[in-house]
């Protein structure tokens, strides 16, 4: 079985495939995060992604949506149009930081009452041949962001989608690593566009940014076995900042394995 880049004839082809792997697949294992803002109100906070990895339920997501979490300032999911559950679970972000490489990426080992809870209302954990480590970016359109976005100018405005939103978007060139203060080592560097609705594939009009932190960064490949093209998706890292440089923006994501090798030692 053999990998290979699409050709540029095909990209619209790609796609359609990797709009159907966020439609009927990807989006069940993309979850928005919640804060209590008020007595009665929830707004907000970022995006994880679910994880059955090697029979732990996790959630993936960027450091930093961790970082003010405490008693009072909890996360939360999103059951129903007024209800929504406390994300208990034990909290790792501080040892998924390595001092030499001060990457931002964290997860959560949910207590199986919330787990289940989950699976209950349609969603799905990833399953660990389902994350791709240590990829070697391409620089084609086989690359998809999933998530919920918000204004990164207004942090506090409620997100209204029900399904969330993708952008596809090809890797930013090499010398774009050279350039900025992220390495190719453990970062990939992603043009930004604006977010297109999952389902709908309304894209966003406005000219905000969004910030699209702690969504997954998923590589959906092509292979020719035999004569057969085989095509899949695999989780490759997750979205940690939105970088502006110039007229320019891209999303910065650390890569999985940060996390993945991190989270392995801790359950071994």
Excluded at 51 to 60: A, K, R, S
């Amino acid at each position: 079985m053999n990998l290979f880049q699409i050709p540029d004839d095909q990209i619209p082809n790609i796609n359609a495939i990797i709009t159907g792997f966020v439609n009927n697949h990807i989006r069940f294992h993309t979850i928005q995060l919640f804060r209590r803002s008020g007595s009665t109100a929830f707004v907000p906070e970022g995006t994880g992604v679910l994880v059955d990895y090697y029979g732990i339920f996790c959630l993936f997501t960027s450091k930093h949506i961790l970082e003010n979490s405490f008693e009072s300032n909890q996360l939360y999911f999103k059951l129903g149009p007024e209800e929504y559950i406390l994300c208990t679970g034990s909290s790792e972000e501080s040892e998924t930081k390595l001092e030499k490489n001060n990457q931002n990426l964290a997860y959560i080992i949910l207590d199986l009452s919330i787990a289940e809870s989950l699976t209950d209302l349609g969603y799905k954990f990833l399953p660990n041949d389902k994350i791709l480590p240590y990829h070697d970016a391409l620089e084609t359109p086989q690359y998809a962001v999933v998530g919920f976005p918000k204004p990164s100018s207004d942090h506090n405005q409620e997100n209204t989608q029900t399904n969330g939103s993708y952008i596809i978007s090809p890797m930013a060139p090499n010398n774009y690593y050279d350039n900025h203060l992220y390495t190719k080592e453990e970062n990939f560097i992603i043009s930004y566009t604006q977010p297109q609705e999952i389902i709908t594939g309304i894209k966003t009009k406005s000219k905000k940014l969004y910030n699209m932190s702690g969504s997954g960064l998923w590589y959906i490949s092509i292979t020719k076995n035999h004569e057969t093209i085989e095509n899949d998706y695999h989780l490759i890292g997750i979205i940690t900042e939105l970088y502006i440089h110039k007229r320019q923006q891209f999303l910065i994501a650390s890569k999985i394995n940060l996390l993945t090798d991190q989270l392995k030692a801790a359950i071994s």
